[in-house]
């Protein structure tokens, strides 16, 4: 399968458009018509290229799952002089459908130092040789239903406890 390039892309809606042109001005169809169609044919590009990031495997913002096998992890710490508020990507497969029948996906999450220090801690477990599992950690609420720490300026935090993978036991021969 041939596999298109942004540039390829590109060529291919700037082609799209030429013949939108082309039949615009020699059609004789009134210029409502013609005004649809090119409104038409503009938010397919703009929903076209909203849809293309999740396919190419960049990071979801979408909610992780209650339980996970932490497979990989990138830290963005936040910068000061950009404004940058940094982020802590994870890459894992969801247990729900049982270990190793998940295929691996990206996530990403926003950055909070308790975070940042509960991943490095994994990661260098993980670069030991021991797996990882890690799972969801509801936000405790205050007693007017907000979260307790509002710090964020209304950012949803989130928070996961990582856990050893236990040794599988094996039948006695």
């Known amino acids: 399968m041939i596999m298109l390039s942004q540039a390829g892309l590109v060529a291919a809606y700037v082609l799209i458009a030429l013949l939108l042109v082309i039949v615009s001005l020699y059609a004789r169809f ?4 013609k005004a649809l169609i090119v409104v038409l044919v503009s938010t397919f590009y703009i929903v076209t290229y909203c849809s293309f990031p999740p396919l190419m495997g960049w990071p979801t913002d ?3 799952p209650e339980r996970f096998n932490l497979v990989a992890m990138s830290v963005e710490e936040p910068n000061k002089t950009s404004g940058d508020p940094g982020h802590i990507y994870l890459w894992l497969t969801n247990l729900e459908k049982g270990p190793g029948r998940d295929q691996p996906r990206a996530y990403s ?3 909070s130092a308790s975070l940042h220090a509960k991943v490095v801690d994994a990661g260098t477990k993980m670069r030991k040789g021991l ?3 890690g799972e969801l950690v509801e936000e405790d609420l205050g007693p007017n239903g907000r979260p307790s720490d509002e710090s964020r300026g209304g950012q949803q935090s989130v928070d996961i406890d990582f856990f050893d993978l236990p040794d599988p036991l094996f039948p006695e021969k």
Request: charged share 10%; aromatic share 16%; net charge positive.
């Open 30 to 33: 009134n210029w409502q018509i």
């Open 62 to 64: 979408a909610k992780l």
């Open 109 to 111: 999450v926003p950055f």
């Open 131 to 133: 797996p990882q599992l």
